[in-house]
């Protein structure tokens, strides 16, 4: 693993500081520094800070003089003193400028070179340089809020350029942490210490993180290490005490403030999937500690636990509601194969089948792979589905995605026939109300519907309608208040209930498709031949494409239909004159 031992970064940092007697003074001097700053920089301000004189002060913070001169300990400390009251005097300015980058950058290799995290995990060290010890960390902390204060909304005020500049320095520390607290542990260990407070800033709830959040997601969300504690994190500031209300905020800030945290947290849920085999890690890939074959990084049940935790924590929340459609269309194939076990999604999935409308219909998928490969029993799904057939569902957004899920899902020859009839007569009844292009995908799923069950095949042509019984019982004990003991047939009514909503009650077996005949007459060409599909011989072809004909409109209809190609004979005298002779107003202009 390449690890050094604390006492050896013990011996790198008394070298640093021998043979000066004020080293353990350090902290006090390097303050009393501050106060001699030229007075010509501080009449100039931050207008003085060029890249020169930054460099100057990163070569004094590393021990790097010119010449080979050796740099006393103190003025190296006095270096990162001026480095940082520079960089807080930029930040107040609100600088844009190539200094306050290069200042960064200055400030990371100063920490870097005298890694005051590896002091925090030595006890030795603590105890020999105590204060020396306290005041790199004290400098450390400072700098580490710097950076995570951009990163939590520095493209607003210093731009995106310094922002991903932050993101980069802070997981550079946490590459160098991570080795320190693995020498200390003699095993590998994430430093989650400082990591979770990158992930808070990331996703902090009063600035749009996109940008910021692509980056990270290229870049460091591809490492198994930093996805599970991504993830792992994630869970923590999602739980319900994590995301409350601030002192005298009132609510419509936090809903804005909410809705914004959330947004960022599916920004980097949207990209994640768990690997089945964990073998890449941030930490060891820049040079920093592998973990053993036997740690818990390298299970993927590990991985596993972390994305479904985080997943479930996120849907308790009530989401935005472009967040929400888009979970929905992407749940069964983008996170229920991914969790540990799928089945505790019923109750999200159900809900939001229940809501109706649009939301429906982006339920049913995930909805369908929780009963059909996870053996979940919803026994009203099948009736909510009927419900959803109505008038409105050829002009909705996702039309195409429900006939095709819809088609899929009557699939199963083990459908009951009252079941089956059901669908098919409230579908043939909507193609009385269908656009050309709708009552073209009603004939092709009744055709696929009557082919796969030959039992109601005596829906195509019923010459009495209720001589027979459905499976609920008698035809005449349903038939309703009859008057002169005439049934619905004798006085030509249809025992078909379009307002019923249980497929069981809606008496479809006792009816007939006589909806589709009307279609003959349709205005149409195309919509008027597809009821023929349905005659004896046609019904032993192969199903139809009903996906294919959801996506038709007015507008490939008509551009399907065939060109009239005779010439058409017309009667037309070219005008000479805005009026004719026999106008009114002839006699006012001249021809």
């Known amino acids: 693993m390449g690890k050094r031992s604390s006492s050896d970064g013990g011996r790198e940092a008394n070298g640093r500081a021998s043979g000066r007697a004020g080293a353990r003074k350090a902290g006090q001097k390097g303050s009393s520094k501050r106060q001699r700053r030229p007075a010509q920089e501080e009449e100039q301000g931050d207008g003085a800070v060029t890249d020169a004189s930054l460099e100057a002060l990163e070569r004094k913070a590393t021990g790097a003089a010119d010449a080979g001169a050796e740099v006393p300990p103190t003025e190296q400390l006095a270096a990162i003193a001026d ?35 590896v002091r925090r995990y030595s006890k030795a060290e603590a105890t020999g340089l105590s204060k020396l010890n306290k005041w790199l960390g004290k400098q450390y902390g400072e700098h580490i809020k710097h950076l995570l204060a951009l990163v939590a909304g520095g493209q607003e005020t210093h731009g995106l350029e310094l922002q991903i500049l932050a993101l980069r320095s802070l997981m550079s520390f946490v590459v160098a942490e991570g080795q320190a607290l693995s020498d200390h542990r003699d095993d590998f260990a994430f430093p989650n210490t400082l990591f ?35 993830l792992k994190n994630l869970a923590q500031l999602l739980q319900p005490d994590a ?41 060891s890939s820049t040079g920093g500690p592998e973990p053993r074959e036997d740690h818990p990084l390298r299970r993927a049940t590990t991985h596993t636990r972390s994305f479904s935790e985080c997943w479930l924590t996120f849907l308790r929340h009530k989401l935005p509601g472009d967040i929400f459609k888009s979970v929905l269309l992407r749940l069964h194939s983008d996170i229920i194969p991914h969790l540990g076990d799928p089945r505790l999604l019923l109750d999200f999935l159900t809900d939001s089948y229940n809501l109706g409308g649009a939301v429906s219909i982006m339920a049913l998928h995930g909805l369908f792979t929780l009963i059909h490969q996870y053996h979940l029993d919803y026994p009203n799904f099948f009736p909510k589905l009927y419900i959803l057939f109505d008038e409105s569902i050829f002009h909705v957004k996702y039309r195409v995605r429900f006939f095709r899920l819809a088609n899929l899902f009557l699939t199963s020859t083990a459908l009951p026939a009252y079941l089956v009839a059901a669908f098919a007569k409230r579908l043939s009844r909507l193609a ?17 519907l009557l082919r796969r069950h030959p039992a109601c095949k005596s829906l195509i042509h019923r010459a009495n309608i209720g001589d027979e019984d459905d499976e609920s019982g008698d035809s005449e004990e349903r038939s309703g208040d009859e008057s002169d003991g005439e049934s619905d047939t004798q006085r030509g009514l249809d025992p078909f209930d379009p307002d019923e909503q249980d497929p069981a009650k809606c008496r479809a077996l006792e009816s007939s498709v006589w909806e589709l005949e009307l279609l003959r007459k349709h205005y149409h060409p195309t919509v008027a031949k597809r009821p023929g599909d349905l005659e004896a011989p046609a019904l032993q072809k192969l199903e139809k494409d009903v996906e294919k004909a959801a996506e038709l409109s007015y507008s490939s209809l008509f551009e399907g239909c065939p060109e009239v190609r005779d010439d058409v004979a017309i009667g037309f005298e070219r005008p000479t004159a805005l009026f004719g002779a026999s106008d009114a107003f002839g006699d006012v202009w001249e021809s």
């Open 196 to 230: 979770e407070r990158i992930v808070a800033a990331l996703v902090n709830r009063k600035h749009d993180q996109e940008d910021v959040l692509t980056e990270f997601n290229e870049t460091y969300m591809v490492h198994d290490d930093v996805r599970h504690y991504t």
């Open 243 to 283: 995301l409350v209300a601030s002192k005298g905020q009132s609510p419509e800030d936090f809903e804005v403030q909410r809705q914004g945290f959330l947004t960022n947290v599916y920004m980097i849920l949207n990209d994640v999937e768990p690997g089945n085999e964990p073998n890449r890690f941030f930490l």
């Open 432 to 448: 009385l109300k269908a656009p050309p292009g709708g009552a073209i995908v009603i004939v092709q799923m009744i055709y696929n």
């Open 83 to 117: 480095l940082m009251d520079t960089l807080a005097n930029m930040l107040k300015g609100n600088a844009v400028t190539d200094p306050l980058a290069r200042c960064l950058q200055a400030l990371h290799r100063a920490f870097v070179f005298w890694k005051p995290f």
